[in-house]
């Protein structure tokens, strides 16, 4: 029988719903009960995977091939629980859902409107694809009081009536400021929050305090008085020192506890913190530190390759060592600035992406990295331009590009007109960009006494993908003889899925994203193999 679980935000948005969620999901995971955690969205787009990481970070993709919230990662790194298409859903995809059904008359000519038939859709979701998880998490995004979450907290104020409050509770995150000036917390913007969410028919039956400094008593119990919600069920979250502290403060703060005793349930094991104390001292306490440079179109943004950053810290748990990562914008890298740039560099990645801005001077520091022999790991894009690479230097093609970035070049990377998934052919195209990439997980063959065999300990790897152009494989001799071996292929040997060189310590390019499958307590083989040859170059 499945419990559900709303987590609401108030006060200003980015406060840290998602990471919270995922903290609860682990702990009531860790005390033996099954799990699942979903977001809403409410934004108009059917998904993300068209946004610019600029406006909402970085697109995370699943096994089944949805381009979803960067919150799904958060969900997957803490609790190792692979997301679904089912675990994601936005204010675009309902809306489609419901024109298309309105379209071909399915709605008997009654008149379509926000309550009931946008509201029972998103109940649909809630509930749907759903078979023994004992919780539900279910996130909703945004801050309560914008016109947009409107239609979602109307749902789950009708799904919490229909279920049963024995089956639902409401947990709301808001914000505790301190103010300097006055040397005080203040705990007004948390009530005003929670009487709007009171107002839209919801009381919380928690109420999560994020915080600077601890909250003292007499300001909890204030929270308690004014929100209506039990002095035991008014949590603080200090801001903490690294993320994977959170379980730990929540855990302390007795979230979980809470949650069992409002459903009447008790452990049905213990809780085991240690790998993450462990995890937070290596974090923390490690003073060996690699450089590595993340160089890409949107370094600026924190959250532009937060699934990437957080596999190159999981490599560096794995090797002892600190990583610090030095963002460089390729827009800004020019080729008679490259040695100055990155001398105190110990290891380069470039990230994917897609357009033409910033290209050349990612093309720059791949030439740096393989004359120099510095560590180098090329994700989707990255791998493409370091065929690009080789190809104009090595191959001396000296118009070598990829057709997305310039139609009159030499092709070495083209669009992908079509692959084979489950036996099943699928056509590509980008006539709509939304959707149509080759996304969610492949397999690819990793060839015999490669270096990329040797990192996973395996003859076959299967790894999730995002992307639409592929390297040319007709030029794959010319290319081996030169060096560049085309290590890791699709099991048909039609895309190359992996590249690395003879004469190097260690160069590999991925067609596929292994940030999305890196986990703090299980650090990703390619991670961990990255950051290892990195501190060897120190």
């Known amino acids: 029988m499945a419990r559900y679980i709303f987590v609401t935000g108030g006060v200003v948005s980015s406060l840290g719903k998602g990471l919270s969620s ?238 069992l005793k409002y459903f009447k349930l008790k452990p049905r094991k213990k809780v085991n913190l240690q790998p993450w104390k462990k995890i937070t001292r290596s974090v923390l306490d490690t003073k060996k530190i690699v450089n590595i440079a993340i160089i890409g179109k949107y370094v600026n943004l924190k959250d532009a390759y937060k699934s990437l950053d957080e596999a190159l810290i999981h490599g560096g748990i794995a090797n002892s060592i600190k990583v610090n990562l030095v963002r460089i914008e390729s827009d800004n890298l020019k080729a008679n600035q490259i040695n100055k740039i990155l001398k105190n560099i110990s290891g380069i990645l470039i990230p994917g992406g897609f357009g033409k801005r910033g290209t050349e001077g990612k093309i720059s520091a791949i030439n740096y990295a393989r004359r120099n022999k510095i560590p180098f790991l090329g994700i989707c894009f990255g791998m493409q331009m370091a065929v690009v690479e080789f190809a104009r230097n090595s191959l001396k093609i000296k118009k070598a590009g990829s057709s997305e970035l310039d139609k009159k070049c030499y092709p070495v990377i083209g669009l992908l007109n079509e692959w084979n998934k489950n036996g099943k052919l699928i056509k590509g195209t980008n006539k709509d960009l939304g959707g149509t990439m080759r996304l969610g997980i492949y397999e690819a063959k990793l060839r015999h006494n490669s270096l990329i065999q040797s990192i996973y300990k395996s003859k076959t790897i299967f790894e999730r993908h995002r992307h639409r152009y592929e390297v040319n494989n007709n030029l794959k001799n010319k290319f081996e003889n030169k060096g560049m071996i085309f290590s890791g292929m699709s099991p048909d040997d039609k895309l190359p899925e992996i590249i690395e060189l003879k004469n190097h310590p260690w160069f590999i390019g991925v067609q596929f994203h292994p940030e999305f499958k890196s986990r703090p307590l299980t650090p990703h083989p390619l991670f961990s193999s990255f950051i290892k040859a990195a501190k060897s170059h120190r």
Do not use: W
């Open 22 to 259: 995922a903290s609860l999901a682990y702990l009531l995971k860790s005390q033996g009960y099954k799990v699942r955690v979903r977001k809403m969205d409410p934004y108009l787009n059917v998904d993300p995977g068209t946004m610019s990481p600029f406006q909402h970070g970085e697109v995370f993709v699943t096994d089944d091939g949805a381009e979803t919230d960067l919150d799904l990662g958060h969900y997957e790194r803490f609790t190792n629980i692979s997301a679904k298409k089912s675990d994601n859903i936005t204010t675009g995809k309902i809306y489609s859902d419901i024109i298309k059904k309105e379209r071909k008359g399915k709605y008997l000519g009654k008149t379509v409107q926000v309550i009931p038939h946008v509201t029972d859709r998103i109940k649909e979701f809630i509930k749907g694809d759903i078979t023994n998880e004992d919780f539900v998490i279910c996130e909703i995004g945004g801050t309560v009081g914008d016109i947009e979450s409107l239609p979602f907290v109307e749902a789950i104020r009708q799904f919490s009536n229909e279920v049963g409050k024995s089956k639902s509770l409401f947990i709301h995150l808001t914000l505790v400021p301190f103010l300097k000036s006055s040397d005080e917390i203040k705990t007004k913007p948390t009530q005003h929050s929670v009487k709007e969410l009171r107002s839209l028919g919801i009381q919380p039956d928690i109420v999560v305090c994020r915080s600077q400094k601890s909250i003292p008593l007499d300001q909890r119990k204030k929270i308690s008085l004014f929100c209506n919600v039990s002095i035991e069920n008014v949590i603080e979250t200090v801001d903490v020192r690294t993320i994977y502290e959170a379980p730990i403060s929540f855990y302390n703060e007795k979230l979980d506890k809470q949650v």
